[in-house]
């Protein structure tokens, strides 16, 4: 079993950049397909960014492509999300994952282990 703990959320103007990071501990993340959600206010859970286990393979939300880059470290045990040109729309929980499946998933049901979250908020 593995335990994900998301940090890097914050407050950051339109246009600007953060990096999400989430530490894994009790496995590698090498066993897992790695992907990270996000959840506005009254809305559903949406799937963001993948990485397949074994690193080679990525996939994008639309709304993500051209912006956001998912990576790996598997020394650091940690998987990242970095997010770029960011606008008051991305605003949400983020959340990371971890499908011990082989493949890429965009359904947050695949999903069987979970961060607890965090917050980003991008201010017009």
């Known amino acids: 079993q593995v335990q994900l703990v998301e940090s890097g959320g914050g407050l950051v103007q339109a246009g600007g950049s953060l990096r999400l990071s989430c530490a894994a501990s009790?496995?590698?993340?090498?066993?897992?397909?790695m992907a990270w959600f996000r959840q506005a206010p009254g809305k559903e859970r949406e799937f963001v960014a993948a990485l397949s286990r074994s690193g080679l393979r990525t996939h994008y939300a639309d709304s993500a492509k051209g912006r956001f880059t998912i990576s790996r470290d598997n020394a650091k045990n940690t998987v990242y999300l970095q997010m770029n040109s960011l606008n008051p729309e991305d605003t949400a929980v983020y959340y990371c994952?971890?499908?011990?499946?082989?493949?890429?998933?965009?359904?947050?049901?695949?999903?069987?282990?979970w961060g607890q979250g965090t917050q980003v908020t991008v201010s017009s």
């Open positions: 994952a971890a499908d011990a499946t082989l493949g890429i998933a965009t359904m947050a049901e695949a999903y069987d282990y």
């Open positions: 009790g496995r590698t993340i090498s066993s897992y397909a």
